[in-house]
């Protein structure tokens, strides 16, 4: 980041955030770091769900069609256009490469054109900040492709937690146990060591033929399945060396192991009740029960007690009534918090990236022109006890 080479105004910053890290075209405004009054997402989804994942070349493709109409719906919806802007944030990592690069490419384009101060956003660091950002209530319900009729908090209700405290970042690419000192000051304390959380699901999710995204899906099959039917192994890792570590590939093996068992006396998996729905549920359980395992000893290790959660799989039913549950229990040493963004600011959005590249403005730092794109998460610390 650069220091201040720009006038930042004293009242209102509104900020413009684009994210194309992956098959989410997404464009947001952000007002102080917290106010949402826009937020676009187009989903790529249905262009690779035939593929069942993500086709690199389809992506970028898309973004570079989508991305015009995306950031001027989002501007439109604000009721905003350039010159009411005090910068444009977009992320520059991780992510897949020519993805990032349309909306990194976008983002400094439109900035040089406004002479705004333009901003690249770390992707984890903004799923990170999406707690942190809340509807106006004017708006509350009217925007977004996020699920209807989702309740949110009120304006306000529940301040923003204050630094230092344990970040839970869960999504199709990371699983990550970290502690927090600031908006972009993390240090890793766990991570997994093979698939992430939401791979795992996307890869069950395949073998139950739900296709690509299946999370949701998985999740939605598991509400009608009895989470404790089947017992599957958790990971046994080296506990002294890396104790926040995580593992999900011998999980993902056992499931389809038994996935198969089930259809070779002649069960089929998809639908409603019954042993598919069962083998959901324990699968979902044993996935969320390895996170936690590790966070828990994290809060006991550090005495940090709030959790802030963020990515597609802290949308997940269960992992956030498990950690809602936890809250006064002995397990979690009597006083948790937990934090969630709103279901819809779990997935890929732009709110995100807008909300995160205000807090960098508001401290006088940009970024150069010069910034480009990153496959990779580089640049957090780590931290073994
Ligand atoms: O953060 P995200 O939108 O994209 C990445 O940065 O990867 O996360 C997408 C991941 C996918 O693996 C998807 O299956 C998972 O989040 N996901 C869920 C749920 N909703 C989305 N996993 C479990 N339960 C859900 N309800
Ligand atoms: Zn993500």
Known sequence: MNPAGFFVAWGTMRVLGIESSCDECAASVVEDGRWVLSNVVATQIPFHAVFDGVVPEIASRKHTEWIYGVVKEALDRAGLGPADLDGV?????????????????????????????FIAVNHMLAHLYASRLEDLPALQHTQGSGPAGEPEIPAGASPAPGYPFLGLLVSGGHSIICRVDDFDDITVLGATIDDAVGEAFDKVSKFYGFGYPGGAAIDKLAQAGNPDAF??????LHKGQHPYDMSYSGLKTAVINQLDRFRSRGGRAPGGNGEGADIAASFQKTAI?????????AVHDTGLNTIVAGGGVAAN????ARLAGLGASPEAGGS?????????LCGDNGAMVAGIGCRY???????PFTVSASARVEGFKRKYP
């Open 89 to 117: 944030a977009a992320v520059s990592r991780p992510g897949l490469l020519g993805s990032l690069l349309v909306g990194l490419s976008f983002a400094k384009g439109f900035a040089w054109a406004r002479g705004l101060p």
């Open 231 to 236: 017992r599957f192994p958790l990971p046994n």
């Open 289 to 297: 029960e390895i996170l936690l395992r590790s966070l828990l000893r």
């Open 317 to 320: 039913s269960y992992l956030r």
């Open 336 to 344: 948790l918090r937990c934090v969630f963004p709103p279901a819809r």
């Open 361 to 367: 403005l508001e401290r006088g730092e940009t970024s």
